[in-house]
Nanobody, 126 residues
Framework: QVQLVESGGGLVHPGGSLRLSCAAS????????IGWFRHAPGKEREGVSC????????YYRDSVKGRFTISRDNAKNTVYLQMNSLKPEDTAVYYC???????????????????WGQGTQVTVSS
């Protein structure tokens, strides 16, 4: 059974850090791009970051550059999103998804992804 499971969300103060994990089972991530999207109430869903698992190439949206780092552990079939210097505007439900490698280097189109996790809530508040 193909599955993506996110974890690591929570409540953090502004300036704090969280590390999200996206663990895959039922398939190997090597031939996929893993992307993180977020969806906040009243806002459009947006792509945050993505990584080509095979070669480690990455993408970040401008608002998270220098604060977020995406990485992968091929042995664990897991992708991570380290989020530092968090801001209230980072508050959202974060989802990871898998996109076939043929769509790379683009990775911001929700429709190109075939599997999704259940989402994990990130709340940045004082």
């Amino acid at each position: 059974q193909v599955q993506l499971v996110e974890s690591g969300g929570g409540l953090v103060h502004p300036g704090g850090s969280l590390r999200l994990s996206c663990a895959a089972s039922g398939f190997t991530l090597d031939y996929y791009v893993i992307g993180w999207f977020r969806h906040a109430p009243g806002k459009e869903r947006e792509g945050v970051s993505c990584i080509s698992v095979s070669d480690g190439s990455t993408y970040y949206r401008d608002s998270v550059k220098g604060r977020f780092t995406i990485s992968r552990d091929n042995a664990k079939n897991t992708v991570y999103l380290q989020m530092n210097s968090l801001k209230p505007e980072d508050t959202a439900v974060y989802y990871c998804g898998s996109m076939p490698l043929r769509f790379w280097p683009g990775c911001s189109e929700w429709e190109d992804y075939d599997y999704w996790g259940q989402g994990t809530q990130v709340t940045v508040s004082s």
